[in-house]
C-alpha cells in the first residue's frame, strides 16, 4: 500500500511539473543557449563536399562509388549529380538507412535498385547486409561517404560508417569522409556503450552524445583500431571551413523523415530511449520526437493519434489516441542528456513490468542494461548521471586527439 501510494503522489508530482512546463509561451524552436551565432556565419560554413577543389584531383580518372542519402547536397545540387557534371566515373551508390532518398521507415528493410534519374545502380546497406562486399568493390578505386549526422550514437549513419571503413580495410580501397557540422557537437553525455550490448544502434565505445563530426569519427575508428583484428583503413577527411562546434548549425535538408526540424534534432538524444519502451514518440504525426505518450498514461493534458504516412507506414500505437505530454515547448537542449521524461513516464506507467519492449532494445538504445536498472530501482536522475562520470572522463582524454574543430570547452 505504501508503494502504491507513493506512485500515485510522485505521478501527481510529475504531473503538475508538466502542467507547468508546456503552459509556457514559447512558440519558435529553442536555440542551446551555448550556441550563438548569426545567419550570415552559418552561410559562411563551408561543408567537406563543398570543397571541389580538393576531392575533385583525388578522385580524377579514379573509379568512384559512394555512400550518401538525400542530406548529400553541393548547394543545390546532390552530390552525385555534381559530381557526374565533372565527368567522375561513378560505379554505384551505396544507401544507408532510409535509403538514397532517405523516405523508408527507421528500421524498415531497404533494397537494392536504380536511380531513376542517373540509372546507376544502388546498393542497400540496411537490409541483407551492412556493409559492401569484395564483389561490390572489384571495380572501384575510391569510397566517398557524404552524410549529414546529428552527433547521438544510436542514429546509425555512423555505424554505417564504420563497416565501410571495415569494407575498405579489408580490400585495400581508400575512403574519403566529406565532413559535415553536428548539430549536436557542443556538448558530450550519456553512457559509454559496453561492447557486450553492441549493435547497429551501437557499434563503438562512445557515449550516446559523442561530440564528434563524422571525419573525426573516423579518425577516432582508425585511431584506436577498432575495426576487426586493429586493421586501419586509408582515410583521408575533407574538413569543413569556418566551422566550430560552438556554432549553431540549422540542417539545410532533414537527415531523416522523422526528424523534421531543429527542435526534433535536439530531442533526439534525450527522447529516443522511448523507442525501447512502450511509449510512443511522435512518429506517424507532424511532430515526432517533439512529444511522447501512450494509451495507458493518465495524465490527460496533451493527447495526439499516430496515424500511418511516409517515414512512418505502421507508428507504435497507430490509431490509438495517446496521452501524454507535448515537448514543443519544452527546451531540451540544455547541453545534457534529460532524462527526467524516462523516470517520469516509468513512475506514472500503471504496469511497469510491460513498460520496457521484451525485445531488449532499450539497452542496445543505452549501451548498457545498467540505466534499465537503475531506473527499475527508482534511482534519481543525478545519481544516474554520476555513474556515467568515470567513463565520460576516459571518453573526452581519448577524443582530444582526433578533434578537428575548436571545442567548446
Not at 508538466?18 to 550556441?35: A, E, H, K, Y
Not at 557515449?207 to 585511431?223: D, I, K, R, W
Request: proline share 5%; with cysteine; aromatic share 10%.
Amino acid at each position: 500500500m505504501f508503494v502504491l501510494m507513493t506512485k500515485i503522489k510522485l505521478g501527481i508530482a510529475f504531473f503538475s511539473f508538466f502542467l507547468l512546463n508546456n503552459c509556457s509561451s514559447q512558440n519558435n524552436t529553442v536555440i542551446p543557449q551555448q550556441q550563438t551565432i548569426n545567419n550570415k556565419q552559418q552561410t559562411n560554413i563551408i561543408t567537406g563536399a563543398e570543397r571541389l577543389d580538393i576531392l575533385l584531383p583525388l578522385i580524377k580518372d579514379k573509379r568512384v562509388a559512394l555512400l550518401v542519402n538525400q542530406t548529400s547536397m553541393v548547394s543545390s545540387s546532390h552530390l552525385v549529380d555534381t559530381l557526374l557534371t565533372y565527368k567522375i566515373n561513378i560505379k554505384r551508390i551505396f544507401a544507408p538507412e532510409h535509403g538514397f532518398r532517405g523516405s523508408a521507415d527507421a528500421g524498415e528493410h531497404v533494397r537494392d535498385s536504380v536511380d531513376a534519374k542517373t540509372k546507376i545502380k544502388i546498393i542497400s546497406l540496411y537490409g541483407d547486409k551492412k556493409k559492401p562486399s569484395a564483389e561490390d568493390l572489384k571495380d572501384v578505386d575510391v569510397m566517398i561517404f557524404d552524410i549529414q549526422d546529428v552527433g547521438a550514437r544510436f542514429y546509425t549513419f555512423i555505424s554505417s560508417l564504420h563497416y565501410l571503413m571495415e569494407a575498405c580495410a579489408d580490400n585495400n580501397k581508400q575512403l574519403i569522409v566529406l565532413d559535415r557540422p553536428n548539430p549536436n557537437g557542443w556538448y558530450i553525455d550519456g553512457p559509454v556503450l559496453k561492447k557486450e550490448f553492441q549493435s547497429f544502434v551501437g557499434v563503438d565505445p562512445i557515449p550516446v552524445v559523442h561530440g564528434l563530426t563524422v571525419g573525426e569519427y573516423a579518425q577516432m575508428v582508425n585511431g584506436e583500431k577498432w575495426l576487426p583484428n586493429a586493421t586501419q583503413c586509408n582515410l583521408k577527411v575533407i574538413e569543413c571551413l569556418n566551422y566550430n562546434r560552438t556554432m549553431h548549425y540549422s540542417l539545410p535538408v532533414k537527415p531523416s523523415p522523422n526528424l523534421p526540424n531543429d527542435m526534433a534534432v535536439y530531442n533526439y538524444a534525450s527522447i529516443c530511449y522511448f523507442e525501447g519502451t512502450d511509449i510512443s514518440v511522435g512518429r506517424g504525426t507532424d511532430y515526432p520526437f517533439q512529444m511522447i505518450g501512450a494509451p495507458q498514461i493518465t495524465v490527460r493534458n496533451f493527447s495526439f493519434t499516430p496515424q500511418s504516412k511516409l517515414g512512418a507506414k505502421n507508428p507504435p500505437h497507430i490509431n490509438q489516441v495517446c496521452f501524454g505530454w507535448d515537448l514543443r515547448r519544452v527546451n531540451t537542449s540544455k547541453g545534457e542528456i534529460n532524462l527526467s521524461y524516462l523516470l517520469k513516464t516509468y513512475a506514472t506507467f500503471p504496469d511497469t513490468v510491460k513498460y520496457f519492449l521484451a525485445n531488449g532494445f532499450f539497452d542496445k538504445l543505452a549501451g548498457t542494461d545498467e540505466l534499465r536498472k537503475q531506473i527499475i530501482t527508482g534511482k534519481s536522475e543525478t545519481e544516474i548521471k554520476a555513474s556515467w562520470k568515470n567513463g565520460l572522463d576516459e571518453y573526452k582524454k581519448m577524443r582530444k586527439k582526433y578533434l578537428l574543430y575548436k571545442d567548446f570547452e
